[in-house]
């Protein structure tokens, strides 16, 4: 990964509390997964101005930048504080769980 690369996901990780690097935008997914993690973000309580969002549509070398940053092959990814939670599935059994709520309320 170019060192440009990960400074722009490195800077996009402090720009807000909570960042995930999907496919299109939180009002607009543009597949089922991304849009399933922003429902379940906003279910435990993430908030529009914290949350922090990078199209991966529209760079691809962050696309795959993200992919060795998290070490996570998948998309969406999420990161809390700038740590790597996970994907949609992680996220969701962290919801269904009650912990993101706590995540969530802790990155505030």
Known sequence: ???STKEKIEALLKSKPVVIFMKGTPQFPQ???SGRTVEVLRAAGVKDAD???FDVFSDEQVREG???YSQWPTLPQVFI???FVGGCDIVTELYNEGKLNTMIQDSQ
């Open 1 to 3: 990964m170019e060192a």
């Open 31 to 33: 597949c089922g997964f």
């Open 51 to 53: 949350l922090g969002y």
């Open 66 to 68: 993200v992919k060795q």
């Open 81 to 83: 504080k700038g740590e």
